[in-house]
T-cell receptor, first 110, second 108 residues
Framework: KAGVTQTPRYLIKTRGQQVTLSCSPI?????VSWYQQTPGQGLQFLFE???????NKGNFPGRFSGRQFSNSRSEMNVSTLELGDSALYLC?????????FGPGTRLTVL | GIQVEQSPPDLILQEGANSTLRCNFS?????LQWFHQNPWGQLINLFY???GTKQNGRLSATTVATERYSLLYISSSQTTDSGVYFC??????????FGGGTRLMVKP
C-alpha cells in the first residue's frame, strides 16, 4: 500500500504571495491532518479533515485554510505569506488513532 | 501547562550503546505514538502504544498510562538511529500533540 504523498516537496515564495500544498492519504484513510514544524515552535497541529469536513482546527490565523475532496485528497492554502510561515508542512492520514505521515513540503518565504 | 514533555532533549551515544528516552504526558493526553524524524524531515512511525509494551527489533517501548509516562528503548545503537525522536498523543480536543523531541546522535 502506498504511503502518504505530498507535493511539492520544496517551495520558495516571496512575502505576500499565496501557496497551495497537496496531500494524498493512504488508500482507505478518510482522515487527513496538517502540521507545521518550525525550529522555534516545534510540531504544531493546523487542522484535520474527515469526509470533506473540517473536524478540528489548531491555533493558527485565518490565512491558513484547507479543504478535502471526495477522494480524501487534501489541500492546504496559506494566503499573504509572511517570513514566519517558512516551515516544514507535514500531512498525515490516520486509521482509528494511529497517524502516518508524508515526507513533508519545505516552504521558504523570502 | 505542558501536555507532552520529553527527556533528555539531546543525547550523544557511541555506536553499540543502549539508551532510554522518556515521555511524560498529562492526564488529558492518550493514545501515545513514537516517531523517528529522519534527516529529510519525514516522521517514521515506530510504535502506536496507548499502554503496555511492544518490541520491534532493537527498539522497544513501554507505556504506563496510569502513571502518565512512556519509555522508548534503543539497544545496540547504530549511526542510522541518529535523528529526532518524538512522542505524541491526542489531547482533550482530539488533536495530536507532540513533545519537544529528543535529538539523538550516534557516533561511529
Amino acid at each position: 500500500k502506498a504511503g502518504v504523498t505530498q507535493t511539492p516537496r520544496y517551495l520558495i515564495k516571496t512575502r505576500g504571495q499565496q501557496v497551495t500544498l497537496s496531500c494524498s492519504p493512504i488508500s482507505g484513510h478518510r482522515s487527513v491532518s496538517w502540521y507545521q514544524q518550525t525550529p522555534g515552535q516545534g510540531l504544531q497541529f493546523l487542522f484535520e479533515y474527515f469526509s470533506e469536513t473540517q473536524r478540528n482546527k489548531g491555533n493558527f490565523p485565518g490565512r491558513f485554510s484547507g479543504r478535502q475532496f471526495s477522494n480524501s485528497r487534501s489541500e492546504m492554502n496559506v494566503s499573504t505569506l509572511e517570513l514566519g510561515d517558512s516551515a516544514l508542512y507535514l500531512c498525515a492520514s490516520r486509521v482509528y488513532n494511529e497517524q502516518f505521515f508524508g515526507p513533508g513540503t519545505r516552504l521558504t518565504v523570502l | 501547562g505542558i501536555q507532552v514533555e520529553q527527556s533528555p532533549p539531546d543525547l550523544i551515544l557511541q555506536e553499540g550503546a543502549n539508551s532510554t528516552l522518556r515521555c511524560n504526558f498529562s492526564d488529558s493526553v492518550n493514545n501515545l505514538q513514537w516517531f523517528h524524524q529522519n534527516p529529510w524531515g519525514q516522521l517514521i512511525n515506530l510504535f502506536y502504544i496507548p499502554s503496555g509494551t511492544k518490541q520491534n527489533g532493537r527498539l522497544s517501548a513501554t507505556t504506563v498510562a496510569t502513571e502518565r509516562y512512556s519509555l522508548l528503548y534503543i539497544s545496540s545503537s547504530q549511526t542510522t538511529d541518529s535523528g529526532v525522536y518524538f512522542c505524541a498523543g491526542y489531547n482533550a480536543g482530539n488533536m495530536l500533540t507532540f513533545g519537544g523531541g529528543t535529538r539523538l546522535m550516534v557516533k561511529p
